[in-house]
RNA sequence: GCCUUCGUAGCUCAACGGAUAGAGUGCUGGUCUUCGGAACCAGUGAUGGAGGUUCGAUUCCUCUCGAAGGCGCCA
């Protein structure tokens, strides 16, 4: 199955030859038909070595190759040998061997796809890896908005991604529990008692009075100097823990926590576990006391900082002047408590960009206080959704929340989709969201603009699932009718539309491997797409029913679009 | 002021240092005796600017212009 392999095994034993030294032999996959199913550029590094020109060098290697070429062992599934795999190798200007796949591995490649069905497309890279994933950390007592709708996908996907490699994965969520926001929340929540809804009240109304009770709050706190006395007052209430507030605050967090649940159901992520600030807050503060003596610390106006510019960071506040612990010292205690949990290997954060320097501030003071876990720490930071209208903010009540997106696209397809029933509509409008935030780089910010974004042709979620619906409609249509296959018709060569689809599936598990080590969901997004507009074109062009080949291969396709959209947490459905 | 990230078609996005910079959308014009038209085909159109490194630069380095984020008691 595993070209590529067969092709760098060979290509190093001929580099090894020419060669005293040895240098990395590459081998990528082609972006063009005439330019074969894979490349290597070695002849380029060995030019220059070998002071020679890489044309030349190309013939070389190409003749070498021709000349004997071994086959491998491990190559699992089909043709394990270069000569049945590789059809032949080309040389282009100004020095690229081109390698082209042979009609008969890509024939067996539709049958093995099939064989292997869901598994297609794993692999044991990170077999034995237990990971762990900190993703959208939404905060109790506020909304839940696009922001963290975008970090739970993101991070679902990656974890799915690591998944696929065989890693074990414990996803994980942490949630400011105690702090100023709570505060706030608190005082609204006070001020605005006679709207507040009953517990028994739909979960809806409850999340949203929290909603607008933050927002009550942090506007007086900002306009009302009375009221910003009396949240502060309120928010060393809560880290005491006082009776007064105690009902208020158990009521909140409560009805903010099932509320988020909901929505972890709706978008598919099981969490493994939950961390609150305030069970890592003591556990951060003694480590920073404790260090403190050791210089790791300083005391600064009242307050113990970590000196950060001495590593050509920033200082930060671990330990403000009142005694509490920050945000910061509650991470750091965060870390150890993770891995008393679960002895990770590697521990993933994902966080909205703006937290970059300060992760790395605070990933410094880990690596001085606990080198080993600072270095399986690794944190990721993803763009924010940018509005067109204008910034975001939840000080004024202004968000767009997360379930208002989820619950606008959906009913966007029912609306163009009356027939649809709600189960399907549900999935392709959660789809058609993932796929719009999953299809650009991590790490940039998404320019957010309902009717371009959530697109429901095109490059979308829909089209991916619509093909594969098509590919399920495809073969039960020729089951039904009962067209007998006309012979396997392994004689006739394959049409360009059947080469261009076959060559494209064969790439899969290489791009998956790919996406995980490189964090980029967006490369699947890419891949899938461009399968599926294959898919569309030979289906335009050819009639499926009736030959056995092209049956194997709309199979194929279908396995490879549901693993394909599996990872990046899109469900498939069987119609639309 | 200092630090980080980012400037690619009208718009939204791609491109391990590789070949003629790809898509979607938009606009123009086409495809149907429907195995699902949420489809398919053709045309249109881009690397902010100036240097440098390299066989080769959207990618790496320097400068410059522009945008976003961050910079001790918020998270």
């Not at 909901?262 to 992520?269: A, E, K, N, V």
Request: charged share 30%.
């Amino acid at each position: 199955m595993n070209a590529k392999k067969l092709i760098t095994d060979n290509l190093l034993q001929i580099v090894r030859k020419l060669m005293k030294e040895p240098v990395d032999a590459q081998v990528s996959i082609s972006e063009k038909a005439e330019q074969g199913d894979y490349y290597t550029n070695v002849a380029f590094r060995l030019a220059s070595i070998l002071k020679k020109k890489p044309l030349d060098v190309a013939y070389e290697i190409k003749s070498e190759l021709e000349k004997g070429t071994k086959s491998i062992k491990g190559t699992t599934g089909i043709t394990g040998d270069f000569n049945s795999a590789i059809d032949r190798i080309e040389v282009a200007n100004p020095g690229f061997v081109n390698f082209f796949l042979s009609e008969q591995y890509l024939r067996e490649t539709a049958e093995y796809i099939n064989k292997k069905g869901d598994k297609f497309g794993a692999g044991e890279k990170l077999k034995d890896q237990k990971v762990m994933v900190e993703f959208t950390d939404p905060n109790p007592f506020k909304e839940f908005h696009i922001g963290h709708l975008y970090s739970n996908v993101v991070g679902e996907s990656l974890s799915r991604l690591y998944e696929s490699q065989g890693a074990t994965i414990w996803r994980v969520c942490y949630q400011g529990d105690v702090g100023l926001h709570v505060a706030k929340a608190i005082y609204g929540m006070q001020k605005l008692a006679d709207q507040m809804p009953d517990e028994s009240a739909p979960l809806s109304i409850r999340a949203q009075f929290m909603g607008e009770a933050y927002a009550q709050g942090s506007k007086d706190y900002e306009s009302n100097e009375n009221a910003k006395k009396e949240i502060n007052e309120l928010n060393k209430k809560i880290y005491e823990q006082d009776s007064s507030i105690r009902e208020l605050y158990k009521k909140g967090r409560e009805w903010s926590l099932e509320y988020f649940d909901s929505i972890y159901q709706r978008l598919g992520t099981g969490f493994k576990r939950f961390y609150f600030e305030s069970e890592v807050g003591r556990v951060g503060a003694e480590l920073v006391r404790e260090f403190l003596k050791k210089d790791i610390f300083e005391e600064s106006d009242g307050a113990i900082i970590f000196p950060g510019e001495k590593y050509e960071l920033h200082n930060r506040v671990f330990i403000n002047s009142l005694g509490l612990p920050t945000y910061e010292a509650k991470d750091l205690g965060l870390v150890p408590t993770k891995y008393k949990d679960f002895p990770y290997d590697r521990s993933i954060i994902i966080t909205a960009q703006e937290q970059v320097e300060y992760f790395k501030v605070v990933l410094k003071a880990l690596e001085k206080i606990n080198p080993e876990l600072a270095s399986k720490t690794t944190h990721i930071s993803h763009g924010i959704v940018k509005l067109p209208g204008g910034k975001m903010s939840s000080r004024t009540g202004e968000v767009i929340t997360g379930e208002w997106l989820m619950d606008e696209a959906v009913s966007r397809i029912r609306k163009d989709y009356p027939e649809m029933n709600d189960k399907i509509s549900e999935k392709v409008g959660l789809g058609a969201i993932k796929f719009a935030f999953l299809k650009s780089v991590i790490g940039r910010d998404i320019e957010f603009n309902f009717d371009e974004s959530i697109s429901l042709t095109g490059e979308s979620g829909p089209y991916l699932q619509y093909t594969y619906v098509r590919t399920k409609s495809v073969i039960e249509k020729n089951h039904e009718s009962r067209i007998m296959n006309q012979g396997k018709d392994t004689e006739s060569a394959l049409n360009l539309e059947e080469l261009a689809v076959l060559r494209q599936l064969v790439h899969f598990p290489q791009i998956v491997e790919n996406a995980q080590s490189k964090l980029s969901p967006n490369s699947v997004v890419s891949y899938l797409f461009e399968l599926s507009q294959r898919f569309n074109l030979f289906y335009q062009k050819h009639r499926i029913a009736g030959n056995e080949l092209r049956l194997e291969l709309t199979r194929a396709v279908g396995h490879t679009l549901k693993n394909g959209l599996n990872l990046l947490g899109i469900e498939t459905v069987e119609r639309m």
